[in-house]
């Protein structure tokens, strides 16, 4: 009985502590956006951390037969930089391999089967003041979806976004 009693209590004074704190209090510790450092920024969503908001092209390459589009998005507020292929090939269900790879030896890839017109992007890394020598290079490969088999490929050179 008693231990049900301190139950409630803690229950009770839980609820009241969590009440009292602002809504908003946990998003201004955590994420890239709000500190920017390798630790909340490299291998995250720029979408989910909203990094894409004031991002811009820094770099950009077509691959030799123009099925590809290989970009490199950076965003100020986030310190972070990301790669953008877009399929400009036509080609039914290709698989897009996009890819950003540092200097120091970090990278990112993820695969996608974009219909022509569409995109596949990768997650980010921090290249803000903690990493002062890194560079990023962005790399887009096109795959027929069937076989497998590497079609194409663009990528930018390597370049300091910050």
Known sequence: MQHKKVAMILGSLMLTLAASIPANAQAQFKGCKAHPTELTCSFTDPFVEGCNDDSHLV??????????????RY??????????VR?????????????????DGLGSTRDG??????????EM?????????RTVQAIGRLFDGFTGQRISIGQTPFVDPY
């Open 59 to 72: 770099a950009f390459a077509f691959s030799p037969d123009n099925y590809l589009t290989v970009g490199l």
């Open 113 to 122: 089967f974009p219909p022509s017109g569409g995109s596949v992007v990768t």
């Open 87 to 103: 399929n400009d090939s036509g080609l039914f269900r290709p698989r897009v391999r996009t890819t950003i790879v540092s200097n």
């Open 125 to 133: 890394l921090y290249v803000g003041p903690e990493q002062p020598y």
């Open 75 to 84: 965003s100020p507020s986030c310190q972070s930089a990301w790669t953008v």
